[in-house]
């Protein structure tokens, strides 16, 4: 059983109308670099292909894809490339992004992460992918543990490269400061309901679905949820840097479109990364 209590249904569709309306603008930003992409000099980051390494000629499923930039960035390198996505005009956009960009042999599907396996009929994944702003949209880490276990292959690998849970506990209105004002650890309602009109790049702002539900889920609740689920922890780094500015006071780091802490203030984790292997 991978899905939350039917209680969690209407956080999910006010997130997918939160996404959909989103979509169109992400597409049209500068913060997604389209135009880069289609040049091919909008890459994954550098931790990432470091990270996962070779990924020529495997089968790789990457949830709650978005538009699939990052899909295909994997497919650029060699993978078969899955995305999944809750959002209907995500994956729409994210074909249509394939088309424009001359991949072919993806898929994408539209899907609840936490119906995964079944929207995928079972099948299971050289490499399951997940990239940052992911888990902060879900309730019930344990419940996606299980998901994520059950779509990797025998002797195949979980990766995620995400925000760190330290940074979506801090006040991103506090100028300077390192003030902790929202939950660390999970919580049963959303411990973050955001009226924001503006979504996290530039373009113009939210008018049909403005509110969206977040939860936070601690490192070691995370860690603890795919152990349970089955899978073997590789290592997990903590990183100073985001790749982009979540707070007003960070500035750009030493690798593009990164943003640090000022040196001496830079005092907690901004990402981690980790991966998870299932045994063969
Ligand atoms: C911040 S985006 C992912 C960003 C991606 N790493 C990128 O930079 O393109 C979060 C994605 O999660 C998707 N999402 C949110 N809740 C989901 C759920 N329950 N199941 C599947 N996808 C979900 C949203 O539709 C959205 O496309």
Request: proline share 7%; charged share 20%; glycine share 10%.
């Amino acid at each position: 059983m991978t899905r939350p209590g039917p209680e969690y249904d209407r956080y999910f569709e006010g997130n997918r109308a939160n996404w959909d309306e989103r979509v169109p603008i992400h597409v049209a930003s500068q913060g997604y670099d389209l135009p880069g992409f289609l040049a091919g000099t909008k890459h994954l980051t550098r931790i990432e292909r470091e990270e996962m390494g070779d990924v020529r000629g495997k089968r790789l499923l990457h949830l709650q894809c978005h538009f699939g930039m990052d899909t295909l960035n994997w497919a650029r390198l060699g993978a078969t490339v899955t995305g999944l996505d809750l959002s209907g005009a995500a994956i729409e956009a994210a074909r249509d992004l394939a088309a424009r960009a001359g991949i072919k042999g993806s898929r994408f599907v539209e899907a609840n992460v936490y119906d995964a396996p079944q929207a995928l009929g079972g099948e299971t994944f050289d490499v399951v992918y997940t990239g940052i702003g992911a888990l902060n949209w879900l309730p019930d880490i344990r419940a996606w543990a299980r998901s994520v276990a059950a779509c990797v292959a025998p002797g195949g690998v979980f990766y995620i490269v995400e925000c760190h849970p330290m940074l979506w506990s801090l006040d991103d209105k506090s100028a300077g400061a390192l003030v902790v004002k929202y939950p660390y650890f999970e919580t049963v309602e959303p411990g973050f309901v955001a009226d924001d009109a503006q979504t996290y790049t530039d373009g113009p702002l939210l008018i049909e679905a403005p509110v969206s539900y977040e939860w936070n889920h601690g490192l070691g609740e995370t860690i603890d949820a795919l152990l349970q689920a089955g899978l073997h922890l590789d290592f997990v780094h903590e990183h100073r840097e985001v790749p982009w500015q979540a707070l007003p006071w960070m500035v750009p780091g030493d690798d593009p479109r990164t943003y640090v802490l000022p040196e001496g203030r830079d005092r907690v984790p901004l990402t981690y990364s980790l991966r998870a292997s299932k045994p063969a």
